[in-house]
């Protein structure tokens, strides 16, 4: 098993605006987590609204995504000197703990970045999201209600349609005392901006409706996905 991929989804205080939550998530909170002697990698997804998806694309304005070495990083995780001195205590400071969510998946790499000799913008092929300290992400969170079918042979052709650079599912693992996946699945697809994005829609925006169809009870959203670690 290679290296393993967490998620932390967290919902901002409604005391909070979203500006001062997005703000104090960067810092001081992203300060003190990109130290943290355990991390691989570590990315900020801020959510931002777009018209292509529904009103619950701001029920999780914030998911984080750590990257670790092994299980026994992930079991320990709460342990680690950096995160048990300063983040745990910090989270309710800017997010309503009682609902984050937290679950470690392993990535299978759909479409690794530009394909070549496709039609790019100028820079896109050399364009890579562990390059660029922002870039632009959907996040699908597949329900478990969602059924086998959510991962489709069609997933990558469609995620290609949309004039995605890069395109990974993540699959989840149970670890220690976990007996069921908070997630069947999650489909994550970048383009290097907004504008972008919305070409990639405006190009095959029925490529978007297939590629969430079978996503039973899920969470979508769209981020700027910010590169800390």
């Not at 998620?7 to 909170?29: K, L, T």
């Amino acid at each position: 098993m290679g290296r393993i991929k967490m998620f932390a989804m967290g919902v901002r205080r409604r005391d909070m605006s979203a500006e001062d939550f997005h703000d104090y998530w960067r810092h001081p909170h992203g300060t003190w987590g990109q130290k943290m002697s355990t991390l691989r990698g570590y990315v900020q997804s801020h959510q931002v609204h777009t018209e292509h998806l529904g009103p619950g694309q701001a029920e999780y304005e914030c998911v984080a995504e750590l990257w670790l070495d092994n299980e026994r990083d992930v079991q320990g995780f709460q342990q680690e000197p950096i995160y048990a001195k300063y983040l745990h205590d910090d989270a309710s400071n800017f997010c309503d703990y009682s609902r984050a969510i937290y679950f470690a998946t392993q990535e299978e790499v759909l479409t690794s970045g530009p394909t070549p000799g496709a039609a790019l913008s100028p820079g896109d092929d050399m364009w890579s999201p562990d390059t660029r300290p922002f870039s632009i992400k959907l996040l699908h969170f597949v329900g478990v209600d969602a059924g086998p079918n959510w991962a489709s042979p069609a997933d990558e052709e469609l995620g290609l349609n949309l004039r995605a650079l890069r395109h990974v599912r993540c699959y989840p693992l149970l670890i220690g005392s976990e007996r069921e996946p908070r997630f069947l699945g999650v489909q994550e697809l970048w383009w290097p901006t907004l504008r972008a994005f919305r070409a990639g829609v405006a190009a095959s925006p029925s490529a978007l409706s297939k590629l969430l169809a079978n996503g039973g009870r899920s969470v979508t959203l769209l981020a700027q996905a910010e590169r800390f670690l």
